[in-house]
């Protein structure tokens, strides 16, 4: 079994997770403020680390990937283009990433769904995961017992009245993300269960399981708001234990599933470096009808991708497959079908 994994991804996949584990280590005080009743979470997150830098690993070795993760770094990183570059990645992060703004232009509902469910996720992410790990706490003042001092790596970084709107935002801000998601889902669910194109391409696995998953997390989250707040602590402990469960379980399905794109998400961006660079420059030109139909480096580094996955279409007269435009392609094949029935004639 052990044979079977890919050596580089496995490499990087152990690293990550030991930097992650010496991280837990340091940033709690040597374990000083860990809550060992948090191991489980703990133990699901190093597993998902692990998954997700490996998985990551083997499909940046992939030709197509590799090849636009390359030269995505080589434009970006040239020294006559790096300050405008580094505004244009600045730009890319919030509209693509903040903003989300290549689902809004295909439809806002969608998009609105989107938003919500991402913002809410990486919000609820940002506030988890320090806690987990021991990163911040928060601790009484010494000074004064009705304020609160937030703790980060062991340093003080503010301090708030407990019963202020401050506090009160603080500690429910994972409701308002579970709210934010649900509302996301409902709407992702509704186009799901509407839309035929949707429906004809959706699966369970890919499409249901993932939102399935994100709802068990949100709604046991709240219940246990629901049950300190409202109902005197009943069923606490079984509220506690679900909550764990779904959560475990999602964290341990984040690299094997479509959560993954998360991950790949931002590697798009050296994407939009790649195609602004194939618009400003030259432009490869069909050896058949002489007409521009995509960029010189597309085709180039194409015919580089096809050759290392021993895939090289050439013609008897030694002319590319990619050195034809997609056009003169269907009308080619067209001939051949042509000349195979007996046909004469060009197209």
């Not at 948090?38 to 992939?62: C, E, N």
């Not at 940002?126 to 980060?152: I, S």
Request: with cysteine.
């Amino acid at each position: 079994m052990l044979s079977q994994l890919d050596k580089k991804g496995t490499r990087n996949g152990v690293a990550a997770t030991l930097l992650l584990v010496v991280a837990i280590y340091l940033g709690s005080g040597k374990l000083k403020h860990f809550d060992p009743a948090l191991i489980a979470y703990t133990s699901a997150t190093v597993f998902a680390t692990f998954g997700i830098v490996y998985r990551y690993s083997v499909w940046l070795q992939k030709p197509p990937t590799a090849m636009y993760w390359r030269r995505g770094w080589q434009l970006f990183m040239r020294p006559s283009r790096l300050p405008a570059n580094c505004l244009h990645l600045l730009r890319l992060l919030v509209q693509n990433i903040g903003l989300q703004k290549f689902i809004s232009n295909r439809d806002p509902l969608r998009w609105l769904a989107h938003f919500l469910m991402s913002w809410g996720c990486i919000l609820a992410v940002a506030v988890t995961f320090p806690l987990v790990f021991g990163w911040v706490h928060f601790e009484a003042d010494p000074q004064n017992q009705e304020y609160y001092v937030a703790m980060v790596f062991g340093t003080a970084a503010g301090r708030f009245p407990a019963y202020s709107w401050v506090g009160w935002v603080t500690f429910h801000i994972l409701d308002f993300c579970a709210v934010a998601i649900i509302i996301g889902m409902a709407i992702a669910m509704k186009r799901r269960m509407s839309d035929r194109g949707a429906m004809s391409v959706q699966t369970f696995g890919m499409d249901f399981l993932p939102l399935i998953m994100l709802f068990s997390v949100c709604v046991t989250g709240l219940m246990l708001t629901v049950s300190a707040l409202w109902l005197q602590g009943h069923s606490y402990s079984f509220l506690a234990l679900l909550h764990a469960f779904s959560v475990i379980v999602t964290l341990i399905y984040l690299p094997f599933g479509k959560f993954f794109h998360i991950f790949q998400r931002p590697a798009n961006l050296g994407v939009q470096f790649y195609k602004q660079e194939g618009r400003e420059t030259e432009q490869a030109v069909c050896v058949r009808c002489q007409q521009p139909y995509a960029s010189k480096l597309h085709v180039e580094d194409l015919k580089v991708v096809l050759k290392e996955l021993d895939m090289e279409p050439e013609f008897e007269d030694g002319t590319h497959y990619q050195d034809i435009c997609p056009a003169c392609r269907r009308k080619l094949m067209a001939i051949n079908q042509r000349e195979a029935i007996g046909g004469h004639g060009y197209l």
